[in-house]
Nanobody, 124 residues
Framework: QVYVTESGGGSVQRGDSLRLSCSIT????????MSWFRQTPGSGTTLVAI???????EYEDAVKGRFTIFRDGAKKTLDLLMTDLRPEDTAVYFC??????????????????WGQGTQVTVSS
């Protein structure tokens, strides 16, 4: 009923830009909190950015000013535009959605639907 699929990852150099896209089916796109997380061997799974159903957004300090999370209404996707990429941004990036009309925040356990992940590698 709900499908979450990420795309757009790749290997880039320091300072480059990359756009990740998350395709979400059903009413999740409209009624649910959706977020991007990233996972590394050293830090585990950490929040990158949050897109609230009402339109507000929230960013981790490490990416604020460089990353932009937004919902594309025409394509029904949750996108993450990453600029000025740094080696420390290297991670597997996951798109996650909470259950409809439920609260969700920084904790990965708040989210019910996850994509398969897409690898982002930034070299210096």
């Amino acid at each position: 009923q709900v499908y979450v699929t990420e795309s757009g990852g790749g290997s880039v150099q320091r300072g480059d830009s990359l756009r990740l896209s998350c395709s979400i089916t059903g009413n999740i796109f409209i009624s649910s909190v959706m977020s991007w997380f990233r996972q590394t061997p050293g830090s585990g799974t950490t929040l990158v950015a949050i897109s609230y159903a009402g339109g507000d957004t929230e960013y981790e300090d490490a990416v604020k000013g460089r990353f932009t999370i937004f919902r594309d209404g025409a394509k029904k996707t949750l996108d993450l535009l990453m600029t000025d990429l740094r080696p420390e941004d290297t991670a597997v990036y996951f798109c996650a959605a909470a259950s409809p009309w439920t609260r969700a925040g920084r904790d990965e356990r708040d989210y019910s639907f996850w994509g398969q992940g897409t690898q982002v590698t930034v070299s210096s």
